[in-house]
């Protein structure tokens, strides 16, 4: 049997991070919680996660602090970015850490879902940047 997969979650706002961490659970994912950049980076350097999925505007250490941190450290996990903003397309360009995926808010759980399984199924390798492309703004 696999080993389930883990997500970690990093949304400054309870609410969004109960429910996505719930939606993933429900799911059969290993998830865990963080409320800003710095909490998932103490979470990064204690373990290894198969994706990462992070709001961009956070007080504190933002979505992009992490995506620094990530780069500067090597990490492997894909990444998910989730914004309200239209205007981060370097993010998929791989200016900062490379971004698999971004959800545009607001998003529906369905689609959250479809690119959380496009990007961690066996076959599913390479489609979350190509898929996204495809439906930017379309979640």
């Known amino acids: 049997m696999a080993a389930k997969k883990r997500v970690l979650v990093v949304d400054d706002q309870p609410g969004i991070l109960d429910l996505l961490a719930e939606v993933l659970l429900s799911s059969g994912y290993e998830v865990e919680r963080a409320m800003d950049g710095q909490e998932a980076t103490v979470a ?3 373990g290894r996660f ?6 961009l505007h956070m007080p504190q250490w933002s979505g992009f602090d992490l995506l620094h941190w990530m780069k500067a450290n090597e990490r492997m996990e894909k990444v998910v970015v989730m914004t309200g903003s239209t205007e981060h397309h370097d ?3 791989g200016k ?7 959800l ?3 998003f529906r759980i ?3 879902l479809e690119t959380v399984e496009a ?5 599913g390798i390479g ?12 979640a």
């Open 44 to 46: 990064l350097s204690q």
């Open 96 to 102: 900062f850490y490379p971004v698999e995926s971004i």
């Open 50 to 55: 198969d994706l990462v999925v992070s709001d």
């Open 110 to 112: 369905p689609a959250f």
């Open 104 to 106: 545009r808010k607001p």
């Open 91 to 93: 993010l998929l360009e």
């Open 127 to 138: 489609m979350g940047r190509q898929m996204n492309r495809a439906r930017r703004g379309a």
């Open 119 to 123: 990007l961690l199924c066996e076959d």
